[in-house]
């Protein structure tokens, strides 16, 4: 299967968001994820990195000053 | 293999850009696209709909006045 996992990069870690995501838009001030069973997750992030080879989607948080 | 076809909206059109695209990261004002070999593009654009699933990444280009 294709899809990929979505990690939030917080520091220097990397927290497990959402597996097997299937697709990510932009909603309002962020991000809407979407895995490939239909659950839904909006965050207030940006996509940092994609490598779908590797199946990894990294997500950064917005500044707050942003919202 | 888990690559995505990019495409670029114009329009109701959507005229391909990348295929086999491996990597999407944002650089500078827009994206930097890498596919599987290793081939790179950039792009004044933003993600408009992502649906791995499907291999499909949309992109639609950024106006210009953000540039």
Redesign the interface.
Known sequence: ????NAYLKDGDNEVMLMES??????YENGLKLMD?FGKQMFIKA????????N?RIILEKLPLDNL
Do not use: G, Q, R
């Open positions: 299967m294709c899809e990929s995501v299937d697709t990510i838009e932009p490939s940006k996509i940092k990195n994609m490598t779908l080879l199946h």
